[in-house]
């Protein structure tokens, strides 16, 4: 059996990194729009309802006006804006995160894609929180430093059209410590209030590195950096595509620098330990465009359909 695939935002960066994902993958159909019927409602409705899968790569407004175009219970909408990531009538997409996540994917009709950024900041934190070492209440913080892909269309012009001096130095953003991620980062992470969050776009094209600062005296209970590092390589020993590194190693740095493009062109998510008994900084890298975005679009799509999960993703 075939099943049908449409991309609704088939010509955004997402859209584009699902379409090159879905070209290795056998046992579909991918349904495409003509470009100049892209924003016709009839044409775009009908492609949805033919659907078996609906990949939405749209601004949050659009999301929600494509997802009340169904009009059938068969189509299955996979959406990767930030409209549906804390509603409740939908499954979050991200399979790490218990161990009885796969299965409310699998059986969902309706999921919603992860923000990048969420995703670096629960995978790494979360475990600590469910395994009663972080407080729920804890004042958590992160930043996040990311390559200028994650702006879409018109920030990627912006850095590659442009010699402005400024654009040569990394940015932060959201200042006003309101990022639409926030929500999603409190929810599945289980604190009690969002972390103090500051993304940072640089000049570079992708790659991301979400670092989260510790202090071990404000634990419930007494845990080295090295146990840490040891408790997130258990909860992750079986998963694919999270890979929990050793213990403050040197191996992995380049002349002591840390490479936060490694995950690049993959679906994998590098989670690091450093520090010591005072201090512990945790950082995850992954590619924004890959398992912050598209590949983790395919990956929940490989879920719900029964194929391999690193289908077109390995």
């Not at 469910?130 to 930043?143: K, L, Q």
Request: glycine share 8%.
């Amino acid at each position: 059996m075939k099943y049908k695939i449409f991309v609704d935002g088939q010509e955004g960066t997402t859209g584009l990194k699902i379409h090159d994902y879905l070209s290795g993958i056998s046992n579909i159909e991918v349904i495409k729009i003509e470009s100049e019927k892209r924003r016709d409602s009839e044409a775009r409705r009908d492609l949805i309802n033919e659907a078996d899968v609906v990949f939405l790569c749209l601004p949050d407004s659009a999301s929600r006006d494509s997802v009340s175009m169904v009009s059938n219970n068969k189509t299955r909408i996979i959406d990767a804006s930030t409209a549906f990531r804390t509603n409740q009538e939908w499954t979050y997409g991200l399979p790490e995160l218990h161990k009885n996540q796969r299965g409310k994917i699998q059986h969902s009709s309706r999921v919603s894609v992860p923000g990048c950024h969420a995703t670096g900041f629960i995978l790494a934190i979360q475990p600590l929180i469910a395994e009663g070492i972080i407080p729920r209440d804890y004042p958590a913080s992160c930043y996040s430093l990311t390559g200028y892909s994650g702006g879409g269309k018109g920030l990627i012009s912006e850095y590659q059209s442009s010699n402005r001096e400024q654009l040569s130095a990394p940015r932060p953003y959201a200042l006003n410590l309101n990022h639409k991620h926030l929500p999603e980062m409190q929810l599945y992470s289980g604190l009690h209030a969002a972390p103090i969050f500051t993304p940072i776009v640089g000049n570079y094209y992708q790659g991301d590195a979400v670092t989260i600062p510790l202090f071990p005296g404000m634990f419930l209970k007494h845990v080295t950096a090295r146990d840490i590092q040891e408790l997130l390589a258990s909860y992750y020993e079986e998963e694919r595509f999270i890979r929990v590194m050793p213990y403050d190693s040197e191996a992995y740095l380049e002349d002591g620098f840390f490479n936060l493009m490694a995950c690049n062109h993959t679906n994998y998510l590098d989670i690091f330990v450093f520090g010591h008994k005072d201090r512990i900084v945790l950082v995850s890298r992954f590619d924004n465009l890959g398992k912050g975005a598209s590949g983790a679009a395919i990956q929940n799509m490989n879920i719900m359909l029964g194929f391999d999960e690193g289908a077109g993703l390995e």
